[in-house]
């Protein structure tokens, strides 16, 4: 498998990359403006050298001008009655090229300014006295030594760049680094302060996900094992009276074998629970239901429905997950009547901003050192209040209030009793 690169290379890469950017862009800058000055100020030293030298070369009977003339010759600049040579190489130094565009502007003909590279760089100026002859400036060549230079001062940029890519790629990479080595520990709990300190912003907040992301991996791990520790508990008293059942011969007694059925019919609902429990309902898209007319269905399956009482609108249409609703809802109706005593009440009311669920009885309530507890999978109600359950109703129904952006509430009743409530915001609704 090929091997990914690291992060420090990329951004050690990145950083660089940038700089050499940077300094390329700067390079090309300069080498354009510095053309333009040599042009305009080069240019105008040519142009008061060629008119100077064509003034001295009109007057050839004056020892003087003829003294000068030859100081300059030593200087490369010359008389010429010949023609310029034709250019033999391919390509003329834009520098030069600027000097004689600044030096035919300047004189206000520009075919009176050529420009020779034979490969020697020669700037050739028509005379204003005498059109057959030329002054003729060598233009020194600083090419090679411009080179040179900027070869030099591109490997030290290019160096400094490299270190200081180094360095910032380091600093941004070392709380990675650390990061990535303290990981394991984070996800099983540790305080992320302690291992980085001095870190940016970004790399806490990164911690802090994993952190939460290990609080909810461990608490998925002590669900499945509280979930297997009940279901075991749950199937073990009805799989032994089948059993026992069985050994006896009890099937073909009609009240014994309806016991087994009853059985049967209690190790379905525990495992339709842990089922309802595991698979949460995140899947199920929202649909606009009437919840009146899901109370109403849900009170139509009781088995004492006289029991029972629906209070509210006659019509009330929210998008909800309506499965996990309809459970949600149902398992609040069961636990009020194993737990609880008639008569019952089903209630939905709605708020600014949120929909109330409630499901009350007239029961014993629950003791208040077990009611900040309820909700917790498979923890069933004291004796006071009963027995039998799975222990996961509500969870389930904890579980359908936060999936849909709201909560669950238990609490007694004054007077005597216990409601359930399901609030679920509307707009989260």
Same mark, same amino acid.
């Given at each position: ?44 030293? /040519? ?22 003339? /030859? ?10 009655? #010949?023609? @310029?040579?034709? @250019? ?31 490969? %020697?760089?020669?700037? $050739? ?8 002859? $030329?002054?003729?400036? !060598? *233009? ?20 400094? #760049? ?25 996800? /099983? &709990?540790? @305080? ?9 912003? %970004? ?14 991996l461990r608490g998925a791990a002590r669900e499945r094992e509280l979930m297997l520790a009940g279901i075991s508990h749950d199937l073990r008293t009805p799989l032994a009276r089948l059993r026992l059942a069985l050994e006896l011969g009890d099937a073909g007694d009609a009240t014994r074998r309806a016991a087994m059925v009853a059985d049967l019919e209690e190790l379905d609902r525990a495992l339709e629970q ?11 898209? =929202? ?12 009170? *139509? =399956? ?5 029991? $029972? ?11 909800? !997950? ?5 459970? #949600? ?6 636990? *009020? ?16 901003? +949120? ?8 029961? +014993? ?18 004796? +006071? ?25 238990? *609490?007694?009743?004054? &007077? ?8 679920? @915001?509307?707009?989260?609704?």
């Amino acid at each position: 498998m090929r091997r990914a690169p690291s992060t420090f290379g990329l951004v050690l890469a990145l950083v660089a990359a940038a700089l050499l950017l940077a300094l390329a862009l700067s390079s090309g800058l300069q080498r354009r403006f510095g053309k333009q000055v040599m042009g305009d100020s080069y240019g105008r030293l /040519a142009l008061a050298t060629a008119l100077a030298t064509d003034e001295l070369a009109s007057r050839p009977q004056d020892a003087a001008a003829r003294q000068v003339l /030859a100081s300059l010759r030593l200087l490369g600049v010359q008389v010429s009655e #010949a023609q @310029p040579p034709a @250019p033999s190489v391919r390509r003329i130094a834009p520098a030069l090229v600027a000097v004689a565009r600044t030096v035919g502007g300047l004189l206000g003909d520009p075919s009176r300014v050529v420009v020779t590279q034979t490969p %020697e760089s020669q700037l $050739w100026v028509r005379s204003t006295r005498d059109p057959a002859r $030329w002054i003729v400036l !060598r *233009a020194p060549s600083y090419r090679p030594r411009l080179l040179d230079s900027a070869l030099l001062v591109s490997l030290i940029a290019g160096l400094i #760049a490299l270190a200081a890519a180094g360095l910032a790629a380091r600093l941004l990479t070392r709380p990675l680094e650390r990061l990535a080595a303290q990981a394991p520990a984070l996800l /099983a &709990g540790a @305080p992320t302060d302690a291992v980085l300190d001095g870190s940016p912003r %970004e790399v806490r907040r990164l911690a802090d996900a994993i952190g939460d992301a290990g609080e909810r991996l461990r608490g998925a791990a002590r669900e499945r094992e509280l979930m297997l520790a009940g279901i075991s508990h749950d199937l073990r008293t009805p799989l032994a009276r089948l059993r026992l059942a069985l050994e006896l011969g009890d099937a073909g007694d009609a009240t014994r074998r309806a016991a087994m059925v009853a059985d049967l019919e209690e190790l379905d609902r525990a495992l339709e629970q842990c089922l309802a429990f595991v698979r949460e309902g995140r899947d199920e898209a =929202l649909q606009a239901i009437d919840l009146a007319t899901l109370a109403g269905q849900l009170l *139509a =399956l009781r088995q004492q429905p006289d029991e $029972w009482q629906a209070d509210g609108p006659a019509e009330l249409v929210v998008p909800v !997950r309506p499965t996990l609703l309809r459970r #949600a809802l149902g398992n609040l109706m069961d636990n *009020a009547e194993r737990y609880g005593a008639p008569p019952f009440s089903v209630a939905l009311v709605r708020e600014a901003g +949120a929909i109330e669920l409630r499901v009350s009885d007239r029961g +014993a309530g629950a003791p208040p050192e077990l009611l900040a507890r309820l909700g917790q999978p498979f923890l069933r109600g004291d004796p +006071a209040r009963g027995g039998g359950g799975s222990g996961l109703g509500l969870s389930i129904a904890s579980r359908a209030a936060q999936l849909h952006g709201g909560e669950l509430r238990l *609490a007694n009743r004054p &007077g005597g009793g216990f409601i359930a409530t399901l609030r679920l @915001p509307v707009a989260a609704a």
